[in-house]
C-alpha cells in the first residue's frame, strides 16, 4: 500500500509518527508532501520549518516540547547575533539547527533543488519515510496587515524574496502591507489586523519532482491535522498539486485539526478567522470540500466530541483525535485508512 500524506507544521510531523508506525504494521510506503511556505531567508541562510520538524521528529532529534528545532539546542550564535543588533532578533535559531540551516544553504547555493538536499538531509536522520518538498520553487506565505510603521522589520522584509514582491507589498491601498508568515506568526503571535493570505509564487510554482507521481500512484491520500490555512493550503496552492489530488485515484481522507472548536495547538483559530472560517471541524470539513463537488475530501475523520460533524456528501466519522502518544496516533491513522 502506498500512502502519501499533506503536512505542515508540529501537528502534522506528529501525526506523521503515527503513520511511520502504521505504515511499518501493514508493509506501506509513505510520502510526506511537506508545506514550504513557511520558508524563509535570514542571516543568509534558507530555513524550512515543515521540512525541518518533520525530519527531526521523524529522526528523533526534535525538542519534544516546543516541536520545532533541535533536542538538547543552544543559543551560542544566536545570542552572538543579538550582542550585533543583528535583525531579526525574534526568530531563534538554535546552534545544531544552524547546521542544518548551513548545509542546506551550501547545497541550494550549488544549485541542488530543494528535493535533493532535503533528501541528503534526511540520509542522517533516516526519518523512515520519503520526505518531499510541495516544490522547489520559491512560495511564501505573506500576510497582509494593516500597515503600522515599527511593522518593517528591515532583516526580513529587505530580504531577496520579499523586496522582488514590492508589488505584494505596495500592491495594496489603504494602508496595508504584507509581512513574512514567520514575522506575523512568531514576533507577532499572529495578533494584528489581519486582511489575509497570499502564497506568494504559487502560480509559478510547479510540484517538487515525485509529488504528482506520488499522488497518482497513492493508495490513500491523508490529509494530516494540520493548520489549514498556513501549512495545508499553500501545499494546494503550488500549481498542478490540488488538481493531482482531486483527480487522482486514490480516497482522500483529511483529518480534523480543530476538537471541539479549538485547536489542539498552534494558532489555526486566528488563521481561521482571518480566512472567515468557522473554527471548528464542520468548518475546516467545509473549506476543504468534497470531492465530488469539486473539493478534496471523500472522508473526514473528526473527534469524538464533534460525531455530529455533518460536511454535505463527504463521509464524516468520529475517532479519539489527540496524539497523546504514538499508540493512539496509530489509532486515528488506521481509523483514517479504513476510512479510504
Ligand atoms: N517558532 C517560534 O515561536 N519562535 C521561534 O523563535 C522559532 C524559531 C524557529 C527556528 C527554526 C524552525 O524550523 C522553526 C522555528 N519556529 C519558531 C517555529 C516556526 O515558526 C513554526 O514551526 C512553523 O513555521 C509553523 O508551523
Known amino acids: 500500500m502506498r500512502i502519501v500524506v499533506l503536512t505542515g507544521g508540529i501537528g502534522g510531523a506528529r501525526f506523521l509518527l503515527g503513520v511511520r508506525a502504521y505504515a511499518q504494521e501493514v508493509g ?10 513557511d520558508d524563509l531567508r535570514l542571516h543568509g541562510l534558507r530555513v524550512c520549518p515543515d521540512l525541518d520538524s518533520v525530519m527531526y521528529t521523524l529522526g528523533g532529534g526534535a525538542d519534544p516540547e ?55 538531509l534526511a540520509t542522517r536522520w533516516q526519518p ?40 505584494v507589498t505596495n500592491g495594496f491601498g489603504g494602508g496595508q502591507q504584507a509581512i513574512h508568515f514567520q514575522e506575523w506568526w512568531v514576533r507577532h503571535r499572529a495578533q494584528l489586523p489581519t486582511h489575509r493570505f497570499v502564497f ?19 493508495d490513500v491520500v491523508l490529509i494530516a491535522p494540520s493548520n489549514p490555512v498556513v501549512s495545508i493550503t499553500p501545499i494546494l ?24 472548536g479549538a485547536p489542539v495547538r498552534g494558532m489555526a483559530d486566528r488563521c481561521l478567522a482571518v480566512v472567515g472560517v468557522e473554527c471548528s471541524a464542520a468548518g475546516v470539513g467545509q473549506l476543504y470540500g468534497a470531492r465530488t463537488a469539486g473539493g ?44 479510504a
Open 28 to 37: 506501506a510506503e509513505v510520502t510526506a508532501v511537506v508545506n514550504v511556505g
Open 66 to 120: 516546543r516541536g520545532w528545532g533541535r533536542t538538547g539546542e543552544t543559543w551560542t550564535v544566536k545570542d552572538e547575533l543579538a550582542a550585533y543588533g543583528a535583525e531579526p532578533g525574534w526568530f531563534g535559531l538554535g546552534d545544531k539547527d544552524l547546521a542544518t540551516h548551513l548545509v542546506r544553504t551550501t547545497m541550494l547555493d550549488a544549485g541542488y533543488p530543494l528535493h535533493q538536499v532535503t533528501e541528503a
Open 128 to 167: 523512515g519515510v520519503r520526505l518531499l518538498p510541495a516544490t522547489n520553487d520559491r512560495l511564501e506565505t505573506h500576510v497582509i496587515v494593516s500597515a503600522r510603521s515599527e511593522l518593517a522589520s528591515p532583516a526580513v522584509t529587505n530580504n531577496a524574496a520579499v523586496t522582488n514582491d514590492a508589488a
Open 200 to 218: 506568494v509564487g504559487a502560480e509559478a510554482a510547479k510540484p517538487a519532482p515525485g509529488v504528482a507521481e506520488a499522488i497518482a500512484e497513492a
Open 237 to 260: 496552492a503550488v500549481a498542478g498539486v490540488r488538481e493531482a489530488v482531486t483527480t487522482g485515484p486514490a480516497p482522500v481522507v483529511g483529518v480534523s485539526p480543530i476538537i471541539g
Open 296 to 339: 478534496l475530501l471523500d472522508g473526514w475523520l473528526v473527534a469524538e466530541e464533534d460525531a455530529q460533524t455533518v460536511v454535505p456528501q463527504v463521509t464524516v466519522r468520529a475517532a479519539p483525535l489527540r496524539m497523546t502518544d504514538e499508540a493512539a496516533t496509530v489509532a486515528m491513522v488506521r481509523a483514517a485508512v479504513e476510512m
